[in-house]
C-alpha cells in the first residue's frame, strides 16, 4: 500500500504509526460496550476479518470490486475556477468519490462487509440509513450478492427521503421505518441493534460507519483506506508533493478516516475534520459531537458524544441528514486528543454558500455533508493565506465524499429557488422526475 | 439500616425450597412516587428481589413495552439523580433487596464511584448491567468493591464457555441468564435455551442463576424454578402497572409468587 518512494520514511516512524491502528482501543475510547449477547457475533466477525485481510483472495476480490464495480481508482480534480474565487488561489484537489457507483465512499465499505458476511455463511445483513446512502449501498451490495437486506431508517426520514426509499426498495431490500425513541439515525441504530440480537445466527450488521464496537471502526476503516492510499499516490504524481492539509466532513467518520489514513504518518500534511455546526455551536441545533460533545458510551464504543447531565443522549440537527448523528467513531475521538487532527464546526449557512460555490465554479454538484468540507477548505485557505502562505505553492486535498443528487429539493428550498409557497411539493415532483429520466438512462 | 443483597433473598428463598422471585419496574413510570409504590407492591406479594431500572434514552436491550414506558418516565421528567431517592424510599419501607438495572452511559456521566457510593448509600444491593461486559468493567468492579456492591452480568445463549466463565467470575450476587436471543418482552413459551445457559453458570461455578427474558406466568416461575435458583419477570409487570396501576401490579405479583 505505501508507495515506494516513501518506504524508508515510512519505516522510519513505524513506531508511532498512526494508521494502522488496530483497535479495540484508541487510547481511551473504543472498545465493546455491548450486550453479551452479540459478543459471540462481535468475535465471530473479528476473526473472520482478520483471516480475510491476510487473504490473497479476499484481497483480490475486493479489489476486483473496486474496479470493476464502483470504478475505482476515483478521480483527484484540481478545482482551479473554485480555487481562484474562493480560496485565494490556494491550489484545491477534490477526492472524487462523488463518481464511485451509489453516488459517495459508502460502498467501499458496503462491498467488504458484505463479503465478509458471505465468508461467515450468513444470509441476511441489516443496515442503518439516515438521509439513505449507506441504505441504498447496502441494497446495492445485497443485490449483487444474492444477500437478503433490511434497512432501518427512522420513520421521519422515511416521508423526507421518500425517493431513496423507493430506491432501496428497486434494489430489493426491505426499508422499516422507525418509530420509537426521537426516530432519527440513532434510533435505527438501536432498532437495528435489536434485531441483531434476535437473528445473529444468520444476521449480518452492515454499520455503515466508522463507530460501533470493535472490530467495526478499524474494519470500516480499512475498507476505506483506498480512499487515502489512492489520494496520496495521486498527489504524488499530480502535484509532485505532499499536499499542506487534507480536508474531510465528519459525521461517524468512516469517508474522513478513510483519506486521513493515507496520511495520518505525515507530521508535515496537516488533517482537519468538519463537523456539522448546524445553526451554529453557540445553539442547541447542531451536531459538533468533538467540539462541544463529552465522552460517553454509545452503540458499543466509547467515544465524544452529545450528552445531556445525566448521560441520556441528545439529539444533533443538521441540514446534512449524513452528518446528523450525536455520536463519533473512537479514532476521530482519540486523533482529535493527540491533537494530529483538528476538528472544527461548520454551519448549515456555510455550507450551503460552499455548496453552491462548487456546483457555479466547478460544474460539480456536492453532497450537503461533502460541502462541510469544503467551507472547511475555504475557511483553511484564508487562514493559510493570512499566516503567509503563498497561496499557488500550498495544496489542501478535500475529500468529496458524495454526490448532490439526493440533496437537490433541500438546496432548492434552501436558495429559495421555486417562487411559490409550496415549494417543496414541485421540487419533489421535479426530484422524482429528474431521477426517473436517469433511471431510463442508466438502463 | 443493614443493606440486604440479593445472595442473602436467594438464599432465603432456597431454604424455603423455592426459587427466588425478581420484579423489574422502570424508575419515575409513570412517575417517582408510583414508582415507589409499584415496588412495595411487590414486596408485599411475595418478590424478594427488586430491580429498578433507569430510563435511558438507547436502550437497545428492551422491546417496545418496555420502552414505551421508559421513553415516558423521560418525558414526564425523570433524572437520573432520583434514582437513589426510589431506592432509599424502597428500601425503607421493605425487607427486600434492591437493584438497578441501567444501561452504563448514565452511570458513566454521573461518575461509577459517585454514583456507587450514593447507590449503596441509598440501601441498594448492586447494580444490573446490560450493556457492560466484565472486559470493559474495571472501573465499576473496583467502585463496587469500594461500596460492597453486587455486580449482576448477563450471560446469553450464545455466550461461548471461555466467556460464561469469565463472566461468572466477575459476578456477585448472582447471575442473570437471557434466556433467549432477543430483546424483553412477555413471551407465551420460555425459551428452551433457558436451561442450558443455566446449566453453563453452574458448570463454571455460579452459586445462584437467575433467569430473564420472556417470563410472564406462574406456569413459568414453576418451570424454571426447578432448575434456576431465581426468576426475573419484568415486561409484564411494566404491562400491569401500565393497565391497572398500582393494586394489577400487587395482584400479578401475588399470582407469580403462587400467593393468590
Known amino acids: 500500500m505505501s508507495t515506494p518512494e516513501n518506504s524508508e520514511h515510512r519505516q522510519s516512524i513505524d513506531a508511532q504509526s498512526l494508521r494502522h491502528a488496530s483497535g479495540p482501543y484508541f487510547g481511551a475510547y473504543g472498545g465493546r460496550w455491548m450486550p453479551e449477547s452479540l459478543m459471540a457475533a462481535m468475535d465471530e466477525l473479528n ?64 462491498l467488504g462487509q458484505a463479503l465478509l458476511a458471505k465468508r461467515m455463511g450468513k444470509t441476511r445483513i441489516i443496515a442503518e440509513t439516515g438521509a439513505g446512502q449507506h441504505g441504498v449501498a447496502s441494497a446495492t451490495a445485497a443485490a449483487l450478492m444474492g444477500l437478503e437486506c433490511v434497512v432501518y431508517m427512522g420513520a421521519e426520514d422515511t416521508r423526507r427521503q421518500a425517493l431513496n426509499v423507493a430506491r432501496m426498495r428497486l434494489l430489493g431490500a426491505t426499508v422499516i421505518p422507525v418509530t420509537v425513541g426521537s426516530q432519527t439515525l440513532k434510533d435505527a ?25 470493535a472490530p467495526f471502526p478499524a474494519m470500516v476503516r480499512y475498507f476505506h483506506e483506498v480512499i487515502g492510499d489512492e489520494a496520496r499516490e495521486q498527489i504524488l504524481a499530480q502535484a509532485g508533493r505532499l499536499p499542506d492539509a487534507v480536508t474531510a466532513c465528519i459525521g461517524g467518520g468512516s469517508n474522513a478516516i478513510g483519506i486521513f489514513h493515507g496520511f495520518l504518518d505525515d507530521p508535515e500534511v496537516e488533517i482537519y475534520g468538519y463537523e456539522a455546526g448546524g445553526d451554529g455551536v453557540d445553539t442547541d441545533r447542531h451536531a459538533a459531537t468533538i467540539t462541544l460533545g463529552r465522552p460517553g458510551v454509545l452503540h458499543g464504543a466509547k467515544s465524544y458524544l452529545m450528552q445531556d447531565e445525566d448521560g441520556q443522549t441528545v439529539e444533533s440537527h443538521s441540514i446534512s441528514a449524513g452528518l446528523d448523528y450525536p455520536g463519533v467513531g473512537p479514532e476521530h475521538a482519540y486523533l482529535a486528543d493527540i491533537g494530529r487532527v483538528k ?32 467551507a472547511g477548505t475555504i475557511r483553511l485557505a484564508a487562514r493559510k493565506i493570512a499566516e503567509g502562505a503563498v497561496p499557488e505553492e500550498t495544496i489542501i486535498i478535500a475529500n468529496l465524499s458524495g454526490r448532490g443528487d439526493k440533496d437537490v429539493g433541500t438546496a432548492a428550498a434552501w436558495f429559495n429557488m421555486i417562487d411559490e409557497k409550496d415549494a417543496e411539493a414541485e421540487i419533489n415532483a421535479a426530484t422524482a422526475q429528474n431521477s426517473g429520466s436517469q433511471k431510463s438512462e442508466e438502463k | 439500616m443493614t443493606r440486604v443483597t440479593s445472595a442473602q433473598k436467594i438464599a432465603a428463598a432456597r431454604a424455603e425450597g423455592r426459587p427466588a422471585l425478581i420484579g423489574y419496574l422502570p424508575a419515575g413510570f409513570p412517575d417517582v412516587a408510583t414508582s415507589i409504590e409499584a415496588a412495595v407492591a411487590l414486596a408485599e406479594n411475595g418478590v424478594d428481589v427488586i430491580e429498578i431500572g433507569i430510563p435511558y434514552s438507547d436502550p437497545v436491550m428492551d422491546g417496545s413495552v418496555i420502552q414505551e414506558a421508559t421513553v415516558q418516565a423521560l418525558a414526564n421528567g425523570f433524572k437520573v439523580p432520583q434514582i437513589f431517592d426510589i431506592v432509599r424510599g424502597i428500601t425503607e419501607r421493605t425487607d427486600v433487596a434492591v437493584m438497578v438495572m441501567t444501561y452504563w452511559n448514565p452511570v458513566l456521566r454521573l461518575g461509577v464511584d459517585e454514583f456507587s457510593r450514593r447507590f449503596a448509600e441509598a440501601g441498594g444491593a448492586g447494580l444490573i448491567t446490560p450493556d457492560l461486559v466484565p472486559d470493559e468493567a474495571a472501573e465499576w468492579i473496583q467502585a463496587s468493591e469500594k461500596h460492597g456492591l453486587e455486580r449482576v452480568f448477563l450471560i446469553a445463549p450464545s455466550s461461548t ?100
Not at chain 1, 476515483?74 to 468519490?97: D, H, P
Not at chain 2, 413459568?220 to 402497572?241: K, R
Open chain 1, 343 to 374: 476538528y472544527e464546526p461548520v454551519t448549515d449557512t456555510e455550507a450551503m454558500d460552499a455548496f453552491k460555490a462548487l456546483c457555479r465554479t466547478e460544474g460539480i454538484l456536492p453532497a450537503i455533508e461533502s460541502a462541510h468540507a469544503l
Open chain 1, 47 to 110: 476473526e473472520t476479518f482478520e483471516a480475510a485481510k491476510n487473504d490473497p483472495e479476499f484481497i483480490a476480490q475486493v479489489k476486483d470490486l473496486n474496479k470493476n464495480y464502483s470504478g475505482r481508482p476515483s478521480l483527484l480534480t484540481e478545482a482551479k475556477r473554485f480555487s481562484e474565487q474562493y480560496c485565494g488561489g490556494v491550489r484545491i484537489f477534490l477526492k472524487r468519490e462523488d463518481l464511485n457507483h451509489t453516488g459517495s465512499h459508502k460502498i467501499n465499505n458496503v
Open chain 1, 189 to 213: 441504530i438501536n432498532e437495528a441493534l435489536r434485531d441483531w440480537v434476535a437473528n445473529v445466527d444468520n444476521t449480518h450488521y452492515l454499520l455503515g460507519t466508522a463507530a460501533g464496537g
Open chain 2, 161 to 260: 464457555e471461555a466467556r460464561v466463565q469469565r463472566t461468572v467470575d466477575a459476578s456477585s450476587g448472582f447471575v442473570y441468564c437471557v434466556s433467549l436471543m432477543g430483546v424483553t418482552g412477555a413471551r407465551t413459551e420460555v425459551s428452551s435455551a433457558a436451561q442450558a445457559v443455566v446449566a453453563a453458570a453452574h458448570n463454571a461455578g455460579a452459586e445462584n442463576a437467575c433467569v430473564g427474558l420472556g417470563v410472564s406466568r406462574r406456569e413459568h416461575v414453576e418451570e424454571i424454578g426447578a432448575y434456576a435458583d431465581g426468576v426475573i419477570v419484568g415486561t409484564a409487570l411494566v404491562a400491569a402497572l401500565r393497565d391497572g396501576g398500582v393494586p394489577a401490579v400487587g395482584a400479578l405479583a401475588a399470582e407469580l409468587s403462587g400467593r393468590a
